[in-house]
């Protein structure tokens, strides 16, 4: 990030944060009261509006600076199965929109609701643009239904080739193939693999990641080391005891996101091996849940909360050009930087027996 952006967010106004702090509620209820949605409790809604007026916030005080005078209205979809990694999304938007003037519209989606609805819907509500989180940023459908809308969309978190559809996102390859080979340098040649839902073009990339970092150390990829699942921390646990069910269980699993990383330590747990004394566990994304189990997870940090505030700046950017009627260039591919973060849940391999006879 550069020195003017980080700058731009540090000075003046308060943010819809500050005003969730001084209410004792959390932005998504401070974002619900702005938004005018009826699901706050009036009590709590008069607790967020005094807060509103007693730090003088105001959610689109930059509006009056966009070209026309216009507010602008960004509209954010979501269908994510992992909570810790949508409240990290949820809190950068709703935190960077405040911080651009721009109203943020949250949507939930589901697969019973027809795409054309939601646009069409969207369309009705004057959204100008919208944000898509995984997996909705690799939904085909969607990303051609708005394209054909003319809605300026932002993907986020997809493992999609850059093209015509602007995109934040990390090296996902790349950050499992350096988990990766951090395992095989502790000594591990026997290296389970979980992998993320098929409907995610990210999860392919870090399967590619895993493969070719035990191709390259001449270790087989050996298919019955390798479990499906689907990002949540139930397909976790089914896929992290099809694979400890093995006569030669691995010495380490590295599950895909945290939430089936933590599943896994679970289900070591349940059969008696220690973590990482055992078995070792690694994740991605580095969520609160990474921190909030025993032992903490050795995972990629993948900056969710900066992501999601890039993507609220690349499409104000992508939409003030096109009120000044700016001719658009290719579409911007962001790529932000990951990191691998060590914790407790990882160690070199076991020399002796393990425990419950494994």
Known sequence: MSDSRASRRQRGAP?????ARHAGVSPMTVS???????????ATREKVEAAIAALNY????????????????IGLLYSNP????????????????????????????????????????L????????????P??????MVAALDAAHIPTVAVATGRAPGDL?????????????????????????????????????SGRRFEGYAVALQEADIPVRDELIAQGYFTYRSGLDAAEQILALADPPSAIFASNDDMAAATVAIAHRNGLDVPSDLTVCGFDDTSLATTIWPELTTIRQPISEMSREAVELLVR?????????????????????????????????????????
């Not at 591919?333 to 006879?357: E, F, K, N």
Request: one cysteine or more; a neutral charge.
């Open 15 to 19: 943010t819809i944060n500050d005003v």
């Open 32 to 42: 619900r009261v702005i938004n005018g949605e009826q699901v706050v409790r009036p």
């Open 58 to 73: 105001s959610p689109s005080a930059a509006a009056r600076s966009l070209a026309g005078g216009e507010e602008l209205r």
């Open 82 to 121: 992992s909570s810790s990694y949508l409240s990290e999304f949820l809190v950068g938007s709703l935190d960077q929109a405040s911080r651009s003037g721009v109203h943020l519209v949250v949507e939930k989606w589901d697969e019973e609701t027809a795409v054309k609805a939601v646009v069409d819907h």
């Open 123 to 134: 369309l009705r509500g004057r959204i100008d643009g919208v944000i898509l989180p995984p």
């Open 136 to 141: 909705l940023c690799d939904l085909e459908e």
């Open 166 to 202: 602007a995109v934040v996102s990390i090296n996902d390859m790349q950050a499992a193939y350096e988990m990766t080979r951090h395992l095989i340098a502790l000594g591990h040649s026997r290296i389970g693999f979980i992998k993320g839902n098929p409907n995610q073009s990210a």
């Open 318 to 358: 992508m939409l003030k050009s096109r009120r000044a009627a700016v001719s658009e260039d290719a579409a911007e591919h962001v790529v932000m930087d990951y990191t691998l973060i060590r914790r407790q849940s990882d160690a070199a391999p076991r020399m002796r027996p393990r425990l419950g006879g494994r």
